[in-house]
């Protein structure tokens, strides 16, 4: 069975993206790519929302070639990268299909309202966010709604030296 792994970056207030829904304040990486590398290459697939998508495909070339990639969405273009199905399943239909497709890591890229579907569909295996040391205030909240509280259980911490902390959960009742 596939396993869905939420992979984030958040500011310390809890936002993935700023009001305009931009992600200048990340870190570059060049100095650390806080185990990226190793993440992204036991990637089977991954599984984003129309916006998430939008937004990646504006920074250029597409960065996951030769990785399968979903985008949920009502309003699929005309066409896309190789590699990129459009579903308009919902999470629950989408990690069904999945599952019959896929046995490794399907990465949640996001957006946040994409996120709160699988987070209170009881979908996501593991979180794993990394906190980064920027308050912005506002902006595109980690998760997209409100619901379902869901406990969740510390893996592991890691701090890293430019203060970027990589926190790793799972949920308690995990499926």
């Known amino acids: 069975m596939a396993r869905i792994v939420y992979y984030v ?8 993206a700023d009001s305009a829904g931009g992600v200048g304040w990340l870190p570059d990486g060049e100095a650390d790519d806080y185990g990226y590398a190793e993440f992204y290459a036991g990637v089977e697939a991954l599984v984003m929302g129309r916006r998430t998508y939008d937004q990646v495909l504006s920074f250029g070339e597409w960065p996951y070639p030769g990785k399968r990639a979903y985008v949920l ?8 990268p190789p590699d990129v199905q459009f579903m308009s399943a919902s999470a629950v239909d989408f990690a069904r299909d999945i599952a019959s497709r896929h046995s490794g890591t399907v990465w949640l890229v996001g957006g946040a309202d994409l996120a709160d579907q699988f987070r209170q569909s009881g979908l996501i295996d ?14 595109v909240p980690l998760f997209g709604g409100e619901g379902l509280h869901t406990l969740l259980q510390l893996d592991s911490a890691q701090s890293h030296a430019d203060g970027v902390v990589q926190l790793r959960y799972r949920p308690r009742n995990a499926r």
Request: charged residues 5%.
């Open 9 to 16: 970056a958040a500011s310390l207030d809890g936002f993935i």
């Open 126 to 139: 593991e979180y794993q966010v990394f906190v980064i040391p920027t308050i912005l205030g506002q902006g």
């Open 73 to 80: 969405t009502h309003s699929p273009p005309a066409s896309g």
